[in-house]
C-alpha cells in the first residue's frame, strides 16, 4: 500500500498505471559517468521508482564539480563519487537497489557490465567512452540513451533501440580533438535539462510509451530556447564491423601547431589528447630515468604535461639528476600547443 | 535560390554566426560545394567529423533547392 502511495501521483497517469510502475520497479539501469549529466539522471530515476541502478564512476568528487553534479556535497569531496551518489539516493527512496562500479568502462569490462542491465545511460564526457558504449551496446544488443553538452547547447538520442541507429551512424568519427567541461565551461542547469531529458527516454523504453528518440537527434540551445530534431538512418556496414571485429578503443590524436618543435610528453598513455607528429616524444613521467638515452641534448625540447606542473617536475629531475640544460616547459600545457577551436 | 545554414557547436563559435542565408544564381546546387564554400568562408577546421543535414535529414551527399534548409553538425561530447 505504501508503495501505491509513494508513486500515486505518476500512477495516475494512465501509461504509467500500476502496471507500469511494477515495470519500473523490475527495470535495471545503468548509468555510465556520474557527472553532470549521470547525477540528475539518476536523481529522477531513483525517484520515480526505478528498481536497480546501477552507478558507474572512477572518479573522487572535486571541488569543481559542486555547480552542476547535484548530489553531491562539500562533505563529500573527495570520496568516490559513487559511493557519494549512493548516500544520497538511498535517502532518496530507500526502497530502490542501487549498485556502485568504482570503476573505468573499459573494453575488457563493458560487455560483462552491460549485460547485466537493460538500458544504459550515458553520462560520459569524451568521445572514446561514447564509441566504448555504443560498441559494447551493439555487442549485447542493449538500447542506450545518449546526451553531450557544449556550453550552452545539448545533443540527446537513444541509439540501438529495436534495432535503430547507433551512435556510428550519426557521428561515424570523432573529432581530431575534444573539449570538455574543464576546458571550456559549463552550467549546471544546461547539464541537468540533459540529464532530464534521457530519464524521459528511459522512463518511455520501459513503459512503452509515446516515441522514443530512436533514428532521431534532439538538438537544443539553452540561450535561444531553440531546438530542432534532426533525422538519421542506420547504416549497417560500420555495425557490421563492430559486431564482426569485437572492442577497440577510439582514440584522439591531434597535431601540434607547431611540428617541427621537438616535444617531450610525459603524460600517461590514457590521457587525452593524444599528440601526434615525428618530434613528439612520449614517456611517462615515471619512466624518465629508465628511458634517458631517448631524450636529446643538443637541440630544444618542450616538455609538456595536462597543466604545466607535472612537466615542471621532470625538467626539474632531468636538470638536477641528468645534467640536461636544453629544456623548456609548456607551463600552460598540452592545450597551448594544439590549435584552438574556440 | 536562397537557402538557410544553421550552424551547430563550436563550428558556431568558428563561424562567429549560428544562422544565414546564401543567394545562388542557379536553380540547385551540390551539397560538397556548398559546404566548400561554407567551411572556407568561415575558417573552419577539422571538417570530417561534421555532419550536414538537409530540411533536418542527415545526408552525406545530395543537391539543395531554393528555400531548403543546411545544418552543419559537429559531434561533442561534454558532460
Request: with cysteine; glycine share 8%.
Amino acid at each position: 500500500m505504501k508503495e501505491q502511495q509513494r508513486y500515486s501521483r505518476q500512477i495516475l497517469l494512465p501509461e504509467i498505471g500500476s502496471i507500469g510502475q511494477s515495470k519500473l520497479a523490475q527495470a535495471k539501469l545503468l548509468i555510465v559517468g556520474m557527472g553532470g549529466l549521470g547525477c540528475p539522471a539518476a536523481l529522477y530515476l531513483a525517484a520515480a521508482g526505478i528498481g536497480h541502478l546501477g552507478l558507474l564512476d572512477h572518479d573522487q568528487v572535486d571541488e569543481s564539480n559542486l555547480n552542476r553534479q547535484i548530489l553531491y556535497r562539500e562533505s563529500d569531496i573527495g570520496q568516490p563519487k559513487v559511493l557519494a551518489a549512493k548516500r544520497f539516493l538511498s535517502q532518496q527512496n530507500s526502497r530502490i537497489n542501487i549498485r556502485c562500479h568504482n570503476e573505468q568502462l573499459t573494453i575488457e569490462n563493458a560487455a560483462t557490465l552491460f549485460r547485466d542491465y537493460d538500458i544504459i545511460i550515458d553520462g560520459t564526457d569524451n568521445f572514446p567512452s561514447k564509441y566504448l558504449i555504443n560498441d559494447a551496446c551493439l555487442l549485447t544488443n542493449k538500447p542506450w540513451v545518449y546526451a553531450s553538452i557544449y556550453k550552452f547547447q545539448g545533443q540527446v538520442s537513444t541509439f540501438n533501440y529495436e534495432n535503430g541507429p547507433t551512435y556510428r551512424c550519426l557521428f561515424p568519427q570523432p573529432p581530431k580533438q575534444q573539449l570538455n567541461c574543464e576546458a571550456t565551461g559549463v552550467v549546471g542547469a544546461l547539464a541537468g535539462n540533459l540529464g532530464m531529458l534521457q530519464t524521459m527516454e528511459a522512463l518511455k523504453i520501459i513503459l512503452g510509451m509515446g516515441q522514443v528518440l530512436s533514428g532521431t537527434l534532439k538538438l537544443i540551445d539553452m540561450l535561444t530556447m531553440q531546438d530542432q530534431l534532426v533525422n538519421f538512418n542506420r547504416k549497417q556496414e560500420g555495425i557490421n564491423s563492430i559486431l564482426n571485429e569485437g572492442l577497440k578503443r577510439v582514440e584522439l590524436t591531434c597535431e601540434v601547431r607547431e611540428p617541427d618543435k621537438v616535444y617531450l610528453d610525459i603524460r600517461e598513455k590514457h590521457e587525452i589528447p593524444q599528440l601526434s607528429g615525428e618530434k613528439i616524444i612520449k614517456i611517462p613521467l615515471g619512466q624518465i630515468p629508465n628511458r634517458i638515452e631517448e631524450i636529446p641534448r643538443d637541440i630544444p625540447v618542450y616538455v609538456v604535461c595536462q597543466s604545466g606542473i607535472r612537466s615542471q617536475k621532470a625538467i626539474n629531475l632531468l636538470e638536477s639528476n641528468f645534467g640536461y640544460i636544453n629544456l623548456i616547459n609548456v607551463s600552460n600545457g598540452v592545450e597551448s600547443i594544439i590549435p584552438r577551436q574556440t | 535560390m536562397n537557402i538557410t545554414i544553421k550552424y551547430f557547436g563550436v563550428i558556431a563559435e568558428q563561424a562567429g554566426i549560428s544562422i544565414e542565408s546564401m543567394r545562388l544564381e542557379k536553380e540547385q546546387a551540390d551539397l560538397a560545394e556548398i559546404k566548400a564554400v561554407c567551411f572556407k568562408k568561415h575558417n573552419i577546421s577539422d571538417t570530417d567529423s561534421i555532419q550536414t543535414a538537409i530540411n533536418r535529414e542527415l545526408k552525406e551527399n545530395g543537391f539543395l533547392q531554393s528555400g531548403d534548409e543546411l545544418a552543419f553538425l559537429p559531434p561533442f561530447a561534454g558532460g
